[in-house]
């Protein structure tokens, strides 16, 4: 098979409805590149919807020219046109024929072209496609529009595997060094007559090229399909997990005869060997190993990139998240893109595939404000009856291959109480995201959705996940287990996801003692954890969230949820550090401060955290220590002062008045320092810092050896220094000028900063903010604020 990359497009945001001919004339549209989100690039609206992040939708067309001479030869071939994903409800056009469309922004689908090819008149392929969001208030969360994802052009043989059609299954690891797996594949011909064909198999690991073949044979009749399916036993595997992430390469070649002629067509998937289990009552393994899920819920956007996020820059975040102790991500409540799976393939993360955020009736949907009434009721709901099986489908087999997906969740908190869904079992039903919910809308109401029904609704959605894909569990993550816990829901599931609901996981697991449960979704309290490690039953938890989103905001001028343990800019929050003295092995020593405050706790909102230490501030303040050593030391000016650890949120604190001197804390293990933190006082910016990210050269053998490109973007952190060399106390306004490149963004992650994304100047926050560019060679960036002399960054030279 060959495939080429379908990046460059015309675009106008306008609905042109003689857009699909042909012959129209695109020549003074906008030039964009593919993933391209549209709705990020425009201004933030006050009166657009609060849950979508007060940026609009609309209707927006794209056309691209394909040279049909840069396709070679295509008589005799298959071709396809793939999407990866379009936000949403696209309709398809190629050369003036409409292929169809798709309704959902998150599904990856495709198009045969073969037969238009015929009636070419000229070499310029067109390609058209409309786009249609202007229901902005369709779901909870920001997800764009456009063409948000990848598209490509697939040229195979006229004998084929269809598209995502190969499963790889691990059936058992055993004793003696091997390792049972079961490759099958759905094969396809245009042949106007049956053809044999021979399956060859070369399956070559990543870590050390050691080659496995196998091989099968079968007939494909006429113009038809048929399916393989082999096991063998790969000796001596290198098996995948989260801590030794070893992948293999399948590269699967098709070998027939047309005539005397034999022709062949190769394949390639990476893919791992590894077995999974969830247990009622030890939790999860990996490859008979006990394992704790460190997981974190992401959704897709990037602040300023919107959700069209090159792979690089996900590459930043989730190797800070697997830094922190993380080993595991949800995602959170739609397939996503697929560059995603492939980096937790790489990087040793174990993944919950999620499907839908709702079924057959909508969620209510804030568009002014959280709980703010009334709500709209927009979103796929309207597409779920007649599109769920073919959704759920395609994310299956598309995402099948990767070691990293442990479990298939067919919903999100569609039992949220009166939701629209109700019960006689319950005379008021409370959420736990209700507060300010007027008290009519928690009562029981008959003329309600009967919660029964999704029983029946998730029987048929795991039905369709086994038949799909046998190996994994299917989950669910629950928010009202008070209820669908007695409609016969469990027994629908193989796994049973709680979210926020950590104090019923004894009495739950009593009474459903052959179910194996988890926390889908968590806050990041020190008790969340330990309802966890204080119960083996328990496989884990994944907190709410690991990275700031877009959307589902509380209202304006904020535009996003402040959820995170990462800011939209993919800086660590001061929680990070906590969350990482709980989860990681490797040493922590951080220091925190604020106000003194009687019975503040771990409220992070009401009694936020920072870094000041500041002589001339004459208030008592708490310092908080974040560490994992056996011996901790904090001292100011070379006095010890006593720390109190606060069992009930899993940190240190101690209670002084404000000194010169720094504050220094050291963390020890057999009498040994293995970290150390140090706070002085900040002073006003001195100057700009610019670094650009670089990944580890660990991560960026992996993804290279798996086939993940990170070209593309770069990623230039600013940080204002005060003269000592800390981070100013001060925020500027920075302005960054690109020669030789292109401004794809500043982010800073406030997320009450209403500044035009497309502009490209942003004051910092806490004295830092991102800057992404795309190179076109050796590109110079300046970074400018009054006053300070600029930050600068020659990169490629």
């Keep these: 098979m060959r495939t080429f990359a379908v990046e460059q497009w015309a675009f106008a945001l306008a609905d042109d409805r003689d857009a699909w001919s042909k012959r129209h004339d695109d020549s003074a549209w906008r030039t964009v590149r593919v993933p391209h989100d549209w709705s990020v690039e425009l201004g933030f609206d006050p009166h657009a919807s609060s849950g979508t992040g007060y940026l609009p939708g609309g209707i927006g067309w794209y056309r691209a020219h394909v040279s049909l001479r840069e396709l070679a030869a295509t008589s005799g071939q298959h071709v396809r046109i793939v999407f990866e994903g379009v936000y949403k409800n696209a309709d398809v056009w190629v050369n003036g024929y409409h292929l169809g469309g798709r309704p959902s922004g998150w599904i990856p689908f495709s198009f045969d072209l073969t037969e238009l090819l015929e009636y070419a008149p000229d070499d310029d392929l067109v390609i058209a496609v409309r786009v249609e969001h202007t229901d902005i208030s369709d779901a909870r969360w920001y997800n764009g529009s456009g063409i948000t994802r990848a598209v490509a052009l697939h ?274 039903m409370t959420g736990n995201n209700d507060a300010n919910k007027p008290a009519a809308e928690r009562v029981y109401d008959p003329s309600r959705p009967d919660v029964r029904r999704l029983t029946t609704i998730a029987r048929r959605l795991a039905g369709i996940t086994r038949r799909t894909d046998p190996s994994r569990p299917v989950t669910f993550a629950a928010a009202f287990p008070e209820l669908s816990s007695r409609t016969g829901l469990f027994a629908e599931l193989d796994v049973v996801g709680y979210n926020y609901k950590e104090h019923l996981y004894e009495d739950d697991h009593e009474r459903f003692p052959a179910v194996p449960f988890l926390g889908s979704e968590n806050g990041h309290g020190y008790a969340q954890w330990k309802a966890v490690t204080d119960h083996d039953f328990i496989a884990g938890q994944f907190l709410w969230t690991g990275v700031d989103y877009l959307g589902e905001a509380h209202g304006w001028p904020v535009h996003g949820s402040g959820a995170g343990l990462l800011t939209l800019a993919g800086f660590e929050k001061h929680a990070w550090h ?97 970290a150390r933190d140090e706070l002085a006082a900040r002073s006003e910016a001195a100057r700009i810092e610019a670094e650009v990210w670089t990944p580890p050269a660990e991560a960026v053998a992996a993804c290279t050896a798996a086939g993940i490109p990170l070209h593309g973007v770069l990623q230039i952190e600013c940080t204002l220094r005060d003269a000592a060399g800390g981070i100013a106390r001060d925020d500027r306004v920075v302005e960054a000028i690109v020669d030789g490149g292109e401004l794809l963004g500043v982010e800073n992650g406030d997320l009450a900063d209403h500044t035009p994304y497309s502009t490209p100047s942003r004051a910092t926050r806490e004295g830092r903010l991102i800057v992404y560019i795309r190179p076109h060679g050796t590109v110079t960036v300046r970074l400018r604020a009054a006053g300070l002399a600029d930050g600068l960054v020659v990169h490629g030279a």
């Design 155 to 428: 040229v195979h043989e006229g004998v084929r595997l269809r598209e995502h059609g190969t499963t790889v299954t691990t059936q058992s690891v055993g004793p003696a060094a091997s390792a049972a797996l079961r490759v099958a594949h759905a094969l396809e011909s245009d042949l106007d007559e049956p053809v044999a064909v021979r399956v060859l198999h070369e399956l070559r690991s990543l870590t050390t090229d050691r080659v496995h073949e196998f091989s099968a044979d079968l007939v494909i009749p006429a113009e038809g399909a048929s399916d393989v399916a082999l096991e063998t036993l790969v000796p001596d595997p290198e098996l995948w997990s989260d801590t030794a992430p070893h992948l293999y390469r399948l590269t699967t070649t098709l070998v027939w005869h047309a005539g005397d002629e034999e022709r062949r067509s190769a394949y390639e998937l990476v893919t791992g060997i590894r077995t999974v289990a969830f247990d009622a009552g030890s939790g999860f393994s990996v490859n008979g190993e006990p394992r704790v899920l460190k997981g974190v819920c992401l959704h897709e956007d990037a602040g300023t990139l919107g959700v069209a996020v090159p792979t690089a820059v996900w590459l930043r975040r989730l190797l800070s998240l697997k830094r922190m102790g993380a080993n595991a991500v949800r995602m959170a409540h739609n397939p996503h893109a697929a560059e995603l799976y492939a980096l937790c393939d790489a990087l040793g993360l174990f993944v919950i595939d999620e499907a839908f955020d709702e079924w057959e009736n909508p969620k209510n949907k804030w568009w002014q404000g959280h709980n703010v009434y009334p709500p709209r009721h927009e979103g796929y709901a309207k597409d779920f009856p007649q599109w769920h099986e073919r959704d759920l489908v395609a994310m299956i087999e598309a995402h099948r291959h990767h070691p990293s997906v442990i479990a298939w969740s067919i919903g999100n908190e569609v039992d949220y109480p009166n939701d629209p869904y109700a019960s006689p079992l319950f005379d008021e």
């Design 578 to 674: 906590l969350r990482r003295s709980w989860w990681s092995d490797e040493p922590v020593a951080y220091l925190a401060t604020r106000p003194h405050a009687e019975g503040a706790g771990a409220d992070f909102w009401s009694h936020p955290i920072g870094r000041d230490w500041d002589a001339a501030d004459a208030h008592p303040v708490e310092v908080l220590v974040f560490a994992n050593g056996d011996d901790l030391a904090l001292s100011c000016g070379g006095d010890e002062l006593p720390l109190v650890r606060d069992d009930e949120h899993g940190y240190w604190t101690a209670v002084t008045g404000p000194r010169a001197e720094p504050l220094v804390l050291e963390s020890r293990r057999d009498g040994e320092v293995i």
